[in-house]
């Protein structure tokens, strides 16, 4: 059972730059990866995901926030630039050891970190 400690967050003025982190307590150099987010009173959402086939990131953080992988440290990181007051959420990193060619959906992932809130004031 991979478990997934997630760091990073906190309050940050609109264009500031944060990055998060989600460390993994096994190796997960194969795994699809992930991160989705949940604003208040809404759906979880996909945000981007990684796998050695191909990266993939939502329409709306396209070009602003870029997701990697540090295999050796096991951990996996969301670098998110030019933050609006729309990023504010609680993000979830996600991990699962298989690709069935579907990586945005919350069922696609079996283990999760617990969540981190990123809050962007204007």
């Known amino acids: 059972q991979v478990r997934l400690v997630q760091s990073g967050g906190g309050s940050v003025q609109s264009g500031d730059s944060i990055t998060l982190a989600c460390a993994a307590s096994d190796k997960i150099s194969t795994y699809l990866v992930g991160w989705f987010r949940q604003a208040p009173g809404k759906e979880r959402e996909f945000v981007s995901a990684m796998h050695w086939i191909g990266t993939w990131y939502a329409d709306s953080v396209k070009g602003r926030f870029t997701i990697a992988r540090d295999n050796a440290a096991k951990t996996l990181y969301l670098e998110m630039n030019n933050l609006t007051p729309e990023d504010t959420a609680v993000y979830y990193c996600?991990?699962?050891?298989?690709?069935?060619?579907?990586?945005?959906?919350?069922?696609?992932?079996?283990?999760w970190g617990q969540g981190t809130q990123v809050t962007v004031s204007s």
């Open positions: 996600a991990a699962d050891p298989r690709y069935t060619g579907i990586y945005d959906t919350i069922s696609t992932y079996q283990h």
